[in-house]
């Protein structure tokens, strides 16, 4: 079947010339051409979903994936799938036999085009090819690759979208360092150094055949008086030489540090060859600050400063993005300028729900592995090692949901597993931090602190945690403001739950004389929770554990993914952390 009186040459062309967007964690939702109804999202990736972007680096495989909603009124109908690409001039189509020439006729009715399907329409229809240079049989580098697809119902026309657009990068120059960056007369690791140093207020590339320095406070951005964006490539290793060497991503500014499972991106210590299970604080972090809400003032919006003269952050718009974080490993970093004043290895400082961060291992930080300050960032697949202070933290009324973390506190020392506050100085500061937490697996050991400490105000609602083995306890809620929200164990308000979850400590609950109800009763409270020996020997389940049942969190938010088990990993089947991840284990 071809495709007739559906489409003029002159309005695909046009199709084929619009701007994609932005990226997202999920493929865009992408404005809809020719019908009404139906919904159409689209993007291309490196790491199978974990980011879409519009650049894919040198050397990556470009794949591509979407999805089609058809409009209401086409479900049930026959229809045919239609797939066309233009990759720099020439225009190729996917057929059920694969990809085709394409030529395309402008004086004619009939274009030629070749369904790539013919399905009953139903509700959604998934797309993907997994790299379209090979399926062309061509070296796509420096490519500009412009992708169309859509469906035409029986008796219709045909349905599609805006253009996705997607850049391919060129080879990068061999010794030339990247515009923005300067030679060092060192090479750590395999590579050749640049360094970076200073203010950026122009895009910066740090393509992968070059490894980079950071010279102190490295600032991209200037607090949202320059749209910038930092890009890393696959495959990339920064380094910090000292505690004042951090990653600074300003208000305004964006952070595209994008790997893969077999290149994930890397920072670290310019002693990372040397170190041993106790390095600690080598260099700086990253942080991020972004123009989120958060609270501790009287007169909204409110902003603070950030630690480490780190900048402003906090704003007004909950959705703001500061870019993406995937497959990125941060090692040796948590640099204590005082004892009030403290870098962690990533701090989400203000940072909106259009930031996403999916993949992403601290370890060793001298300070918390991760602390979000305010802000409504969302994450899956977090992986904290070895913190000497808090794995997890947050302050400032944070507002997002975690899903898939695990917590696994250094041998040596390390204090609680999660530190959660509302407000240290407010603890009624509006907005309440509410996060929802769903399959965490925290664990600690005999020179470990606590593990869930809930106080200073704070709400957070935790499904499908497992917690374990901290010397002081499992669990402890401190300050009356964090007892009152939460309400009473016979009457809880919803600001403070916790479900399907499992405590395993020589102590579970601390209790303190004065509290107006215990913490055990608490935990009673919710559904399915247990105390019980897991046998479990890491972050893995046992079959204890998997016995159990689990609710699944994307009944409660669908953002979360569906699962049916308990904590982080179900089975070593399931071990999202293979491949890509530093194991101290």
């Known amino acids: 079947m071809k495709f007739s009186n559906a489409i003029r040459l002159s309005a695909l062309a046009g199709a084929l010339s619009m701007a994609a967007g ?14 009404s109804g139906a919904v159409f999202a689209a993007g291309a990736t490196i790491n199978g979903g974990a980011s879409f972007q519009s650049r894919i680096p040198d050397g990556q495989t470009l794949a591509l994936k979407g999805t089609i909603t058809p409009a209401s009124g086409d479900i ?3 229809g045919d799938i239609l797939v066309v690409a233009k990759v720099g001039s020439s225009f190729y189509q996917h057929t059920a036999d694969g990809w085709k020439s394409l030529k395309l006729d402008i004086t004619s009715t009939d274009l030629g085009i070749t369904p790539f399907a013919t399905l009953t329409l139903g509700d959604p229809i998934s797309y993907s090819e997994d790299d379209l240079g090979t399926a062309l049989g061509q070296d796509l580098s420096g490519k500009k690759v412009r992708v169309v697809w859509g469906y035409a119902p029986a008796g219709g026309s045909i349905r599609y979208h805006k253009t996705l657009k997607v850049d391919v990068a060129n080879p990068p120059a061999t010794n030339v360092c990247p515009d923005g960056s300067t030679p060092k007369t060192v090479t750590l690791g395999q590579k050749n150094v640049c360094t970076l140093s200073g203010t950026y207020e122009e895009d910066l590339i740090l393509t992968n055949n070059f490894d980079y320095v950071l010279s102190g ?7 949202n008086t320059a749209d910038v964006s930092l890009t890393i490539d696959p495959g990339v290793t920064t380094y910090g030489q000292s505690g004042n060497d951090f990653l600074w991503i300003d208000r305004g500014a964006k952070i595209f540090a994008n790997g893969t499972a077999s290149e994930p991106i890397t920072m670290t210590s310019a002693n990372d060859a040397d170190a041993t299970a106790t390095t600690r604080g080598e260099w700086g972090g990253l ?9 501790g003032c009287s007169t909204p919006p409110c902003e603070s400063a950030g630690e480490g003269n780190s900048g402003m952050y906090g704003g007004s718009d909950d959705t703001d993005s500061s870019g993406s974080l995937t497959y990125l490993r941060v090692k040796y970093p948590g640099f204590l300028i005082n004892d009030l004043d403290e870098l962690n290895g990533i701090a989400f400082q203000g940072t909106g729900s259009g930031t996403i961060v999916d993949y992403v291992q601290v370890h060793n930080s001298q300070d918390d592995g991760i602390e979000f300050f ?23 009324g944070w507002r997002g949901n975690a899903q898939h973390v695990i917590v696994v506190q250094g041998s040596d020392t390390g204090d609680q597993g999660f530190e959660m506050d509302n407000n240290g100085s407010a603890p009624d500061s509006t907005p309440r931090a509410q996060p929802r937490i769903a399959n965490a697996t925290v664990i600690g050991n005999a020179n470990t602190d606590i593990g869930l400490l809930i106080r200073e105000g704070t709400g957070a609602n935790f499904h499908n945690l497992i917690v374990k083995g901290f010397a002081d306890g499992c669990i402890d809620i401190d300050q009356t403001e964090t007892f009152t929200a939460a309400g009473t164990p016979d009457s809880l308000t919803g600001v403070m739950t916790m479900d399907h979850s499992i405590v395993e400590c020589e102590t579970n609950f601390i209790e ?3 509290d107006p109800w215990t913490v055990k009763a608490w935990f009673d409270a919710g559904t399915g929770n247990v105390e019980l020996e897991t046998g479990m020997s890491d972050y893995i389940n046992s079959d204890a554990v998997n016995e159990l049942d689990a609710v699944d969190p994307s009944t409660v938010d669908t953002w979360f993914d569906s699962v049916d088990h308990r904590g982080a990993v179900k089975s070593s089947a399931d071990d999202w952390t293979k491949g890509w991840t530093f194991s101290p284990l």
């Open 22 to 35: 932005t990226q997202a964690a999920d493929p865009e939702k992408l404005a809809t051409i020719g019908s």
């Open 76 to 78: 049930g109908k026959e």
């Open 217 to 223: 406070a490295v600032r991209i951005g200037n607090d």
């Open 287 to 295: 942080v991020i600050n972004g123009n989120a809400v958060i609270n």
């Open 374 to 396: 305010g802000g409504t960032t969302n994450a899956k697949h977090i992986y904290i090692t070895g913190s000497r202070d808090d794995s997890l933290d947050w302050t400032k």
């Open 512 to 514: 303190e004389s004065g």
